[in-house]
């Protein structure tokens, strides 16, 4: 029975979702968008869009791998949870629920699952800091000049942060001398940080 309601709460939940969001668009301007859509760009934009999904469902496996092996289905499916909710609710708590999502399948610590989550996106804002820089080397029409240098400005200091923390991961087992912290805190710090020291491997990099 238990898994039957949840089945049903779900259905439920999704279908007044889709009344709530549908409920004000016009069907004739959708089905005449769709009728003068180019079928041909939108497939190469599916299929581009599925392939970065393989791509951070593998790069996820490398983050988790020193603690388990988790099958790439599984790691995919968290994915697709986490895109599916930041379609749904605000300030990208996808990451959130993918995280969660990961711990209650395979078994991780929560603390650890969220970590795996927020290695990608340091990656991801070092590596968009790096194209916004080739953006304005090759001055690209649209990009504000004074605006990139305010984001470059806060990726840098961003970027800089993230280095002193990940080289200098030793402060953690220091935490262990300081009495007045309880021990269950410690365990879910540790946690958090035991990831994050595999940004000091270039060739997981």
Known sequence: MGKWFKIAIGIIISVVLLVLAFRKIDFTDVIHALKNTNIIPLLVCVLFSGISCIFRALMWRITTGP?????ISTLFGGVMVGYMVNNILPLRLGEV???????????????????????????????LGLLLLLSLFYG??????????IVLAAWAVVVVATVLLIINLSWIEKLERITFIPGRILKTIKEFFVPLAQLQQPRKI
């Open 67 to 71: 603690v388990k092996k988790v099958g």
């Open 97 to 127: 629920f993918r995280a969660y999502y990961l711990a209650s399948k395979c078994g991780f610590a929560k603390t650890y699952a969220l970590s795996t989550v927020i290695i990608e996106r340091v990656l991801d804002v070092f590596f």
């Open 140 to 149: 690209l029409n649209g990009l504000s000049f004074k605006s990139s240098l």
